[in-house]
């Protein structure tokens, strides 16, 4: 019922910038939490980063001061900006939201596909 696709992954020097974004669609009534993580083979998925309907953000320890969340409620898409990438960094990208399905107002937890980040030394 509900769709999250992401894009904006790449590779990029050490030191560089890639805006990630997620946008969601289908029977979206509203969306409460939106999130990132990234996984690296055979590590178990992290968080990156959150943020709520009103705005509120939470980081990793790992990304703080480098990586930006933001969201346009309007469009349903999370963005997430990475500025001073590290080779550390490279992993895929999923995108994670909260969404209130339009038909029955029931909650669903939904994941994008992932999006390949490559970080070069």
């Known amino acids: 019922q509900v769709q999250l696709v992401e894009s904006g992954g790449g590779l990029v020097q050490a030191g560089g910038s890639l805006r990630l974004s997620c946008v969601g669609s289908g029977r979206i009534f509203s969306i409460n939490l939106m999130g990132w993580y990234r996984q690296v083979p055979g590590k178990q998925r992290e968080l990156v980063a959150t943020i709520t309907s009103g705005g509120s953000t939470n980081y990793a320890d790992s990304v703080k001061g480098r990586f930006t969340i933001s969201r346009d409620n309007a469009k349903n898409t999370a963005y997430l900006q990475m500025n001073s990438l590290k080779p550390e960094d490279t992993a895929v990208y999923y995108c994670?939201?909260?969404?209130?399905?339009?038909?029955?107002?029931?909650?669903?937890?939904?994941w994008g596909q992932g999006t390949q980040v490559t970080v070069s030394s």
């Open positions: 994670n939201a909260e969404i209130r399905i339009r038909s029955d107002y029931s909650f669903a937890n939904a």
